[in-house]
């Protein structure tokens, strides 16, 4: 009966092997208390491909069996050092005598492995990633020649064949390079991964902070501009009285803002209530009229009663920021026109200016943070904004053309009891 070659098993063979090498990052990635084992960990993944690869072996000829059973445990020694590859040589020998029985040669040739191996794995480790893949290669290649020629002194019927000398000595090190490099690969993901995290939870406490200085700086401003106005000698105490109570109703917001930020770690249930849109806008616009006045814009409104819902202090620094993202488009004076129109569903706010207008480039990364068309800006009063509205279940629509004007448009929708 004529022999049966079943050299697929070489596909099985690496199958064993990746699948072992992506279950032990997987565990590493994702059960952050593995980490402490990684030794173990490594042991175990590393026993089954060579557990497997002499379960099913590649069938070099009629008279030789040989298997990819060496590159999990050169792995296994290489990353883990000498406790890893000393309980990888035990498993393997144990499973190799358990299956085929006892050979010396087997014997011999895994010691002269793990000792060379053990030796040079600390040189390993502090190789860079091209480094180590020249070092694998030359470490297969070696190791494959040394141990064949302790064969062939140590037995007389040892044959070396075309089959052998591509399965045993050429094949393993163009193995153990994809391996040692798919091995660097996922290490440095995963070392990626975790810096990114670090930087995501900084550029978060980063943009909070300016968040925060950019979205007092708005009632701050109107503060600065009433008490301009209260400069003035000729005030009645009535006018007086009035611009004391915007200074110390922006005070309460800029607190208030303050306080929603320092809550913003925390999940809280946002204050929904009734807005009246016109009152809102109207009061605003009063606000904003220092600010107006110092600019030289002149502030039309052509306001219809409208109702939706939201967060009241949300939507009012939300139109803050736009009034007065238009007012500071204008630097020598201009209109601003404040429209809105009712429909059966929805209100349509329009703000218009005959700014310096925006690029398509600026429309579309409208809303990012840390981008924005002023030269000290943040970006974070527009990223306000676009949340806000899309919290209320509204859309923004930007038309603009540099140097004639900018329109927003926002539509929300109207509450009905």
Not at 346 to 353: A, K, N
Request: hydrophobic share 45%.
């Amino acid at each position: 009966m004529d022999f049966i070659y079943i050299n697929q098993n070489v596909l099985d063979n690496l199958f064993y092997i990746l699948i072992s090498i992506f279950v032990f990052f997987v565990l590493i990635d994702n059960f952050k208390t593995l980490k402490n084992y990684q030794k173990t960990l490594i042991t175990a993944c590393m026993s089954l491909p060579s557990i497997l690869c002499m379960k099913f072996p590649i069938y070099i000829d009629e008279y030789c069996v040989h298997d990819l059973r060496q590159i999990p445990f050169l792995i296994g020694i290489l990353y883990g050092g000498w406790p890893v590859g000393a309980a990888l040589l035990i498993i393997s020998l144990a499973f190799r005598f358990f299956i085929y029985g006892f050979n010396s040669l087997t014997l011999i040739v895994y010691i002269v492995i793990f000792i060379i191996t053990a030796l040079l794995s600390k040189k390993f480790s502090m190789f860079n990633r091209k480094n180590k893949l020249i070092f694998s290669i030359l470490l297969s290649l070696g190791l494959g020649i040394l141990t064949t020629s302790i064969a062939v002194i140590i037995t007389d019927s040892f044959r070396v064949t075309e089959a052998y000398m591509f399965y045993f000595i050429f094949l393993p090190p163009v193995v153990l390079f994809f391996v040692v490099y798919i091995i660097e690969i996922l290490r440095d993901a995963i070392s990626i991964k975790s810096k990114i995290v670090k930087l995501e939870k900084m550029e978060v406490v980063s943009q909070l902070a300016a968040s925060i200085s950019h979205e007092v700086r708005n009632p701050l401003t109107v503060v600065k501009g009433f008490i301009d106005l209260l400069k003035a000698p000729n005030l009645s105490q009535e006018v007086r009285d009035q611009y004391f109570q915007h200074v110390v109703r922006e005070l309460k917001s800029a607190e208030t803002i303050i306080s929603d930020y320092l809550a913003y770690a925390k999940p809280a249930t946002d204050d929904i209530g009734i807005i009246l849109i016109d009152r809102e806008i109207r009061s605003i616009i009063e606000m904003t009229k220092p600010l107006a006045n110092m600019k030289s814009v002149k502030i039309s409104e052509e306001l219809v009663p409208g109702i939706t819902r939201g967060n009241i202090q949300h939507f009012k620094q939300c139109f803050l920021n736009l009034i007065k993202n238009s007012i500071e488009a204008m630097p020598n004076g201009g209109e601003l026109s404040l429209v809105t129109f009712a429909s059966k569903f929805d209100i349509i706010i329009e703000i218009s200016d005959n700014g310096v207008g925006m690029s398509k480039e600026q429309i579309n990364r409208f809303g990012e943070p840390y981008y924005s068309t002023k030269e000290k800006g943040t970006g974070l009063g527009s990223m306000v904004v676009v949340k806000t509205i899309e919290t209320m279940n509204g859309k923004i629509k930007i038309n603009s053309v540099l140097n004639k004007g900018t329109t927003i448009r926002i539509t929300l929708p109207i509450y009905t009891s």
